[in-house]
């Protein structure tokens, strides 16, 4: 069954320093790969997405992710963290059942920035 | 474009009552999802529409869970005799049959006194 793991539950950044976000995930054949931030009161945005070609996929608000066949991930980064930053961050992944397009989600990760 | 709208943005209701939630997906958008998160959780799906056609329910969904697309426009989602476990956020989200990835709305948050 297809699955998506997000090992890190909480992280907690200075300003200004560089930023990783861990996924996995557990899908058999090439898998469509999506982050999405939630900020409090808000809906979810897509950040970025994977589907094919170029493993590094660059996405809105400077973050990218690079997607490894090899050990399945889809890990999130960003050089220079903002405060503005601080959010739940979901990484999902697009079941292929037919039409149906769910997405499947991990737990989130949510970020703290201290100043 | 508007994005996906939902309405109302908070409900608090009794145990028992019937709640209704409205969702507008982006207009070309013939695809429509809902999924529920609750507190520390990823969205869960709940069902799945394509125009007006219902073609996927969760076992999730139990059957005070309903949920329609008329004309294939806009949603709604009721939910009978509600529970303190109803209690959540429901997100309704659109696509298109091209598109792979989902367009959320804000979310309507339920709590169940």
């Known amino acids: 069954a297809q699955s998506v793991t997000q090992p890190d539950i909480h992280i907690t950044v200075s300003e200004g320093a560089s930023l990783e976000l861990r996924c996995n995930y557990s899908y058999g054949a090439t898998p469509y790969l999506f982050w999405y931030v939630q900020s409090p009161g808000q809906g979810l945005q897509l950040l970025l997405k994977?589907?094919?070609?170029d493993t590094l996929v660059q996405g809105i608000k400077g973050f990218e992710a690079e997607f490894k066949r090899s050990q399945s991930s889809f890990n999130l980064r960003k050089p220079s963290v903002h405060w503005s930053d601080a959010a739940e961050y979901f990484c999902a992944v697009a079941a292929n059942a037919g039409n149906n397009r769910k997405l499947i989600w991990g737990l989130g990760t949510s970020l703290a920035v201290n100043p | 474009d508007t994005g996906v709208s939902q309405n109302p943005r908070h409900k608090i209701t009794k145990r028992g009552q019937n709640v209704t939630f409205r969702c507008d997906p982006i207009s070309e958008h013939n695809r429509l999802y809902w999924y529920r998160q609750t507190l520390g959780q990823g969205p869960e799906f709940l069902t799945y529409?394509?125009?007006?056609?219902?073609?996927?329910k969760s076992r999730l969904l139990s059957d005070r869970f309903s949920a329609e697309r008329p004309k294939g426009s806009f949603s709604t989602l009721e939910i009978q005799r509600t529970e303190q476990g109803d209690s959540a956020m429901y997100l309704c989200a659109s696509s298109t049959r091209t598109l792979y990835e989902q367009y959320f709305g804000p979310g309507t948050r339920l709590t169940v006194t």
């Open positions: 529409f394509q125009n007006e056609a219902q073609l996927e």
């Open positions: 994977y589907f094919s070609g």
